[in-house]
């Protein structure tokens, strides 16, 4: 993948860090959080490997100015999400973990009343 895109595969490759796998051993749709280190700032974090190659808003060093956080928090999702948010929200009645400790597509079970 790095090899066909360009200037950003050959930069992402180059900050491509993680000592447990190495590039060859990981996909773009990877959902593994790997080993990071930015170019620019030499800040080093992890993060999925899908969230840097992603066509739509990659991300990027967590750092550096201009980052904007990707998030997937249930709350978060549904305060920017208008009606369809707010009653999704008002339906959601579990106690053990509120609508921040839920992410999307993490398989809990989690649950409602209509």
């Not at 991300?59 to 100015?65: A, D, N, Q, V």
């Amino acid at each position: 993948w790095c090899d066909a895109n360009g200037e950003r595969g050959k930069t992402l490759l180059e900050e491509y860090i993680d000592p447990d796998r190495g590039p060859t051993r990981v996909t773009n749709g990877s959902t593994y959080k790997a080993l990071w280190k930015c170019a620019t700032c030499e800040h080093e974090w992890r993060t999925k490997i899908c969230n840097r190659t992603t066509a739509n808003n990659p991300t990027g060093c967590p750092k550096c100015p201009g980052f904007v956080a990707r998030s997937n928090k249930f709350q978060v999702w549904c305060d920017a999400n208008g009606e369809i948010g707010k009653k999704l929200l008002e339906e959601y009645v579990n106690t053990d973990r509120g609508p921040m400790d839920v992410t999307r597509a993490s398989g809990y079970k989690a649950l409602w009343k209509c």
